[in-house]
């Protein structure tokens, strides 16, 4: 079976809930001690496409303003961008709009962005409308979907939308350099910080 690698970075204001959704997504764990990130954290996992294997290499970058030079060393060369904001926070959807627009003038060309509305399991606290919010997504052809790291809802979701949008952005990716590998493992995690 054709295993395919592909670079997804994390891009949201600090306390969006990035890097609980990338632990939901990886070892289905929830944790809500959870500390900022600092710099960036990678991790791993494998997940079975129709008749390919997807590896994502997963980048969950720091939303604190301190690390935001960093960002680019994350997006570029990414096949996808999650950009995260939480439904209780009007702020957090106004900073993912300038990750869209800094994605437009220095991300990769053909980036399949996913936009997720996090902590949708607070529905009482909702300052953005899933409709405005949808609209929005539409209006840049991205993936739309609200999450909730903490009662897993819609995180795999996510990662299976870019799998499916995948194969358009791969056709020019394999002219880059970037593409198809055959690999032996069906599944893994893994997680390194820097
Ligand atoms: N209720 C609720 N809380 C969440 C959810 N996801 C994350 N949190 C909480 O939100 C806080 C921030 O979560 P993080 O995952 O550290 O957020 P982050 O975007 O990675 O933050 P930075 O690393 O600073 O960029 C933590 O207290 C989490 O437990 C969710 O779906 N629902």
New binding site residues.
């Given amino acids: 079976m054709a295993l395919r690698e592909l670079k997804v970075c994390?891009l949201?204001?600090?306390?969006?809930?990035?890097?609980?959704?990338v632990?939901r997504f990886v070892e289905d764990s929830?944790?809500?001690?959870?500390?900022?990130?600092i710099g960036a954290s990678f991790m791993t996992k494998t997940v079975q496409y129709q008749n390919e294997l997807h590896k994502f290499l997963i980048w969950?970058?720091?939303?604190?303003e301190r690390f935001r030079a960093l960002a680019p060393m994350y997006y570029r060369g990414s096949a996808a961008a999650i950009i995260?904001y939480?439904i209780t926070k009007e702020d957090s959807f106004q900073t993912l709009k300038n990750w869209v627009k800094e994605l437009r003038q220095h991300g990769p060309p053909n980036i399949v962005v996913a936009i997720a509305g996090?902590?949708?399991?607070?529905l009482d606290a909702r300052e953005v409308s899933e409709k405005d919010a949808k609209d929005y997504a539409d209006s840049i052809h991205a993936i739309f979907v609200e999450?909730?790291?903490?009662?897993a809802i819609n995180i795999n979701e996510v990662f299976i939308e870019i799998s499916k949008r995948i194969p358009a952005a791969d056709a020019v990716a394999a002219t880059t350099g970037r593409g198809f590998k055959l690999g032996r493992q069906a599944s893994e995690s893994q997680r390194t910080c820097c």
């Fill in positions: 994390l949201g204001e600090t306390g969006v809930g990035k890097s609980s959704i632990w929830f944790d809500p001690n959870i500390n900022p990130t969950d970058t720091a939303g604190q995260v939480d996090n902590k949708c399991d607070l999450t909730s790291a903490k009662n």
